[in-house]
């Protein structure tokens, strides 16, 4: 089975901390990504990556930076944070054998900024 | 852009049989995805199509048709653990990454 582990469940953080959220796989997938999740607004893709070292911005990437230096491992910093990246974040993994790309989320990390 | 709607909530009875519907939009369609997210966790892999027709899996069973932007997931004999949001996420080609509907909040009730 494929898993995805993230370093936390839940944080909080107060406006203007840096914050690290890390994301580990144990499937050698090439493909990494971080979601965040908030009602209404369905998944919405920050960042994602293809290979070590390599980065796509999404659709939301402002106020986000990755970092993916081994292949099993993608972080997500905030640098600053503010009240409106409260909300739940999800990693995802897929693999581009066999041709379909589905991917597997870890658990999440609820983020709250006060 | 791709645009995939999927209607918000709906609510069935245990036992029964409901369907739910996915419309998308795109060019280079390459696969369709359908997940289920229990409230506060993570969405889990359900299904794929990737051609037209039927894929069956236990109680799960997913219909794509490609010329009509169309799939449906249908689950049968409802049970009270499949109260959650399905959402379906469409992949085109060239592409490593998926977009998602919304989801369909589906509430079994006895």
């Known amino acids: 089975d494929v898993k995805v582990t993230q370093s936390s469940r839940y944080l909080v953080k107060r406006t203007g901390e840096k914050v690290f959220l890390e994301c580990v796989q144990d499937?050698?997938?090439?493909?990494m990504f971080w979601y965040r999740q908030d009602p209404g607004l369905g998944l919405r893709l920050i960042y994602f990556s293809y290979d070590v070292k390599m980065k796509e911005k999404g659709d939301i990437p402002e106020g986000y930076s990755v970092s993916r230096e081994k292949k099993e491992r993608f972080s997500l910093i905030l640098e600053s944070t503010s009240t409106n990246q409260t909300s739940m974040y999800l990693c995802a993994s897929s693999s581009i054998g066999q041709g379909r790309y589905e991917q597997y989320f870890g658990p999440g990390t609820r983020l709250t900024v006060t | 852009g791709q645009n995939i709607d999927q209607p918000t909530e709906m609510t069935a009875t245990e036992g029964a049989i409901v369907q739910i519907n996915c419309t998308y939009q795109?060019?280079?369609?390459?696969?369709l995805f359908w997940y289920q997210q229990h409230a506060g966790e993570a969405p889990t892999f359900l299904s794929y199509?990737?051609?037209?027709g039927l894929e069956e899996k236990g109680r799960f069973s997913s219909f794509l048709s490609r010329s009509k932007g169309y799939s449906y997931l249908l689950l049968k004999e409802l049970q009270m653990k499949d109260s959650a949001s399905y959402l379906c996420?469409?992949?085109?080609?060239?592409?490593?990454?998926?977009?998602f509907g919304k989801g369909n909040q589906v509430v079994v009730i006895p």
């Open positions: 996420a469409v992949r085109t080609y060239g592409n490593n990454r998926l977009a």
């Open positions: 795109t060019s280079g369609f390459n696969g």
């Open positions: 199509n990737v051609l037209d």
């Open positions: 499937m050698d997938h090439e493909n």
